[in-house]
């Protein structure tokens, strides 16, 4: 059996030398990269045993982090492996053996114009006060667009930003603005109790990046904490604007709907919906869903009539937003994706394929 220190270091220098976004390893598999947002076995390696992979776990994590994992079958945490590769690691059990899976970390925060983020995310990070949700499915770029969005602040503006993450990916310098990252589980003992304490402090700025953890009790102190003039940057995992939407109302229950879509529609200012595309000649695209809160946008919340969102997407270019579907259209139109790939990511894919004619 191959010692396994030699096979991980090996393991995480080729992610990297091959620019591979993921590692994963499943006991009973040969180890997988995910490059370019393709899945790609590596064939030269062994198959991966339960001995091997309880080894390479038990390596890097804290006696406290196997507890954890032991508990509770699974376990996040970010980690600086192979030397000075930064990843973030999620490690669980599946058929009730070890499987893990690291994600990338690029070394630099990236800018609105290295990501090709439209004008209008800027705008966003200006307002004082209210919601901007940022959503997608598991590797659609939100870590790196939030990341974005703070630096962004960092170096324009003079604000208190503080941040609540499940994992601290991306650790910032304060520049012009004043940055406190606090870590669940470790700086603070939940999600909520991190929330409860920014509903007391003077916060400009408030990043919650785990907010799938404690949903239901959370969504009501976020949106809270966003009317009382702090802007509040959230990641949620979902792909289309109106599941946002109807995700955040699901959180309150049915006597209280009514005053839940007031409060939305006063503190919504914008929804970014993220899926990275398989890039013809190698990368991967950026197709955008954005909504902007306009009075428009506000007054179907308020009604309840959600579905309508969709068409004042379509209309609204002018003001900024976009649906999935029009960015997938204009990627193929540039050239940047196949239409095979656009159709696959297509939330309306018969919508898709008259706009492409």
Do not use: W
């Not at 393709?38 to 390596?59: G, P, Y």
Request: one cysteine or more.
């Amino acid at each position: 059996m191959e010692v396994y220190n030699i096979l991980f270091n090996r393991l995480l220098s080729e992610t990297a030398k091959r620019q591979a976004s993921d590692l994963h390893l499943s006991v009973g598999s040969v180890p997988v990269i995910k490059k370019d947002g393709r899945l790609v076995k590596m064939e030269q390696e062994k198959i991966i045993e339960q001995e091997i992979l309880s080894q390479i776990a038990n390596s890097f994590l804290e006696k406290e982090e196997q507890k954890i994992l032991e508990e509770k079958r699974e376990l996040t945490v970010v980690k600086v492996l192979g030397g000075h590769f930064r990843f973030k690691i999620n490690i669980y059990y599946q058929k009730g053996l070890l499987a893990a899976s690291f994600r990338l970390i690029p070394e630099a925060t990236r800018s609105f114009a290295d990501l090709n983020l439209p004008a209008i995310v800027a705008d966003f990070v200006k307002f004082s006060g209210g919601l901007v949700v940022v959503a997608g499915s598991y590797g659609g770029g939100k870590t790196t667009t939030i990341g974005a969005m703070i630096e962004h602040i960092n170096k324009t503006g003079q604000r208190r930003i503080l941040t609540l993450e499940s994992a601290i990916e991306m650790p910032f310098i304060s520049k012009q603005s004043v940055i406190e990252q606090r870590l669940i589980g470790h700086d603070v003992l939940s999600l909520v109790d991190g929330l409860k304490y920014c509903q007391k402090e003077d916060i400009d700025v408030l990043v919650v990046s785990s907010a799938q953890m404690e949903f239901i009790e959370a969504i009501p102190v976020i949106l809270d904490i966003a009317s009382s003039n702090s802007l509040v940057i959230v990641e949620i995992d979902t792909d289309s604007t109106i599941r946002v939407i109807e995700k955040i109302l699901g959180c309150y229950p049915s006597d209280k709907q009514e005053s839940a879509r007031m409060l939305l529609a006063d503190v919504l200012e914008g929804i970014i919906i993220q899926k990275l595309i398989p890039k013809n000649g190698g990368g991967l695209a950026l197709a955008l869903e954005i909504l902007v809160g306009t009075s428009a946008v506000k007054s179907v919340i308020r009604e309840g009539k959600v579905k309508q969102i969709e068409t004042i997407m379509q209309t609204s270019g002018p003001q900024g937003m976009v649906t999935m579907t029009k960015s997938l259209v204009a990627l193929v139109r540039s050239g940047q994706i196949s239409q095979e790939d656009a159709l696959a990511n297509a939330p309306h894919k018969e919508d898709f394929k008259i706009m492409i004619k």
